[in-house]
């Protein structure tokens, strides 16, 4: 089991950007000391609100590479159906070889129809421009090198500068924001990052899909390690807990599940993540995990409001890591 971080940088009422980073930079500063179990860092990608402020989280995560020196650090969700593929891959293997290999490659379909005609992308197409995109930003990842003549890309071999040092060894994950890209991911035994959001019985489907997809098509993914977000807030107070995951998470929801209730909603995720008290967590979590096949998990502290309380859950967590090795 391997664990680490991932900031999704909402931006609450009364709360600066600066502020909102500045968060992130230090959290991440704490835990890249070597006597911290967290090994990886994640950045939220998301346009257009406060719902998440990153819309560059490959941008943020150089900042965050030249920060740290031992995490390994990238895109939870790097859009790439809004982006070219060259651009993509070109970011990227900078990013690899300044970090010496240690930089991750998360990508994702886009969840946003708004998004899709903002960026001028055809939806009646959504699916197929996000594979070709992946496979030619793949291509110039892993042999340096990119090409491209479909009904979305058209150009010649280009080189891909400077050149990727770590090429089919670059850790890649998928987001799992829908059937199809889940179906096409178990083709590639590319392993997922299932949405935060998503309830466990969706997350779990998914994950079966997964697996069926895979034993179709002879793929074996024994071995592929699936990554779980948790949101975090333990409290010796429940109330409080529960209070602060509904004030940072409420305007998000409201973006995002318009047509849902509301508080049905935030009650489900607040029963679903490690939110409560230090004894409230830990057998449904464990139970999650086995049900998705996750291998690593992602914590998010950013709906604890005191810092202090941050760096004791984070300590608590770390010390747990320690007994069960």
Known sequence: MNFGLFFLNF???????????????????LVDKDY????????????????????????????LLGLTERLHIGSLNQVITTHHPVRIAEEASLLDQMSDGRFILGLSDCVNDF??????????AQQQQFEACYDTLNEGIITN?????????????ISINPHC???????????????????????????LTYRW??????????????????????????????????IVNLNSDRDVAHQEVKEYLASYIAEVYPSLNQ??????LISQHAIGT??????????????????????????????????????????QMNKNR
Request: charged share 25%; with cysteine; proline share 3%.
């Open 115 to 124: 998004e899709m005609d903002f960026f001028k992308r055809r939806r009646d």
């Open 263 to 268: 508080q049905e909603k935030l009650d489900e």
């Open 11 to 29: 931006q609450p009422e009364n709360t600066s950007s600066e502020t909102v980073l500045d968060n992130m930079a230090n959290t991440v500063s």
């Open 145 to 157: 090198y990119c090409q491209a003549n479909n009904d979305f890309y058209n150009f010649p071999r």
């Open 36 to 63: 911290y179990n967290f090994t990886t860092v994640l950045i939220n990608e998301h346009h257009f609100s406060k719902n998440g402020i990153v819309g560059a989280p490959m941008t943020a995560a150089g900042f």
């Open 278 to 319: 230090g004894n409230d967590y830990y057998e449904s979590s464990v139970d999650a995990l086995e049900r998705t096949g996750s291998k690593n998990v992602l914590f998010s502290f950013e709906s604890m409001r005191n810092s202090d309380d941050i760096i004791r859950v984070i300590n608590m967590l770390n010390d």
């Open 165 to 191: 040092i770590s090429k089919e060894n670059m850790k890649q994950y998928i987001l799992a924001s829908s059937v199809s890209v889940v179906e096409w991911a178990a083709k590639k035994a590319l392993p």
């Open 197 to 230: 959001s998503d309830s466990l019985e969706e997350k779990e489907a998914l994950y079966k899909r997964y697996l069926e997809v895979a034993a179709e098509h002879y793929v074996d993914v024994s071995k592929v390690e699936h990554q779980f977000p948790l």
